[in-house]
C-alpha cells in the first residue's frame, strides 16, 4: 500500500517561498507520475503541477511560471518550489501517484494527509 507524506506547508507572506516534499513508500516510485494538487476551503481538489516518470512537467495555468515540480527517485520524494505565492494559493496540499489510461491520467490510491500553505497578504 502507497503511503505518502507531504511537508513543508506553513504561513508565509505574498510573494515568499515555499518547498513542499512528498515522500513516497510502497511504491515503485520511479515508474510513477506523480502530481500535486490543492483544496482551498470550500472548493474541489485541482491538480497543481505534475512529473511524468520521465521527468516531463506540466503546469496549471495558475502557478505557471511561479512554481515548479521536481523528483529524486533515490530518495522516492517529489517536490513543489513555489515562489511568488500569493493570496489564492493559500490551500491544503497533497500529492499522489498518477497513471495514464486512453490518453487520461487518474490519481492512485488513497490521498496522504496533505500540508497546508497559508499566503497572508
Known amino acids: 500500500q502507497v503511503q505518502l507524506v507531504e511537508s513543508g506547508g506553513g504561513l508565509v507572506q505574498a510573494g515568499g517561498s515555499l518547498r513542499l516534499s512528498c515522500a513516497a513508500s510502497?511504491?515503485?516510485?520511479?515508474?510513477?507520475?506523480m502530481g500535486w494538487y490543492r483544496q482551498a476551503p470550500g472548493k474541489q481538489r485541482e491538480r497543481v503541477a505534475s512529473i511524468t516518470s520521465g521527468g516531463i512537467t506540466n503546469y496549471a495555468d495558475a502557478v505557471k511560471g511561479r512554481f515548479t515540480i521536481s523528483r529524486d527517485n533515490a530518495k522516492s520524494t517529489v517536490y513543489l518550489q513555489m515562489n511568488g505565492l500569493k493570496p489564492e494559493d493559500t490551500a491544503d496540499y497533497y500529492c499522489?501517484?498518477?497513471?495514464?489510461?486512453?490518453?487520461?491520467?487518474?490519481?492512485?490510491?488513497?490521498w496522504g494527509q496533505g500540508t497546508q500553505v497559508t499566503v497572508s497578504s
Open positions: 510502497g511504491t515503485t516510485f520511479s515508474s510513477n507520475a
Open positions: 499522489i501517484p498518477r497513471t495514464i489510461y486512453r490518453g487520461t491520467y487518474y490519481t492512485v490510491g488513497s
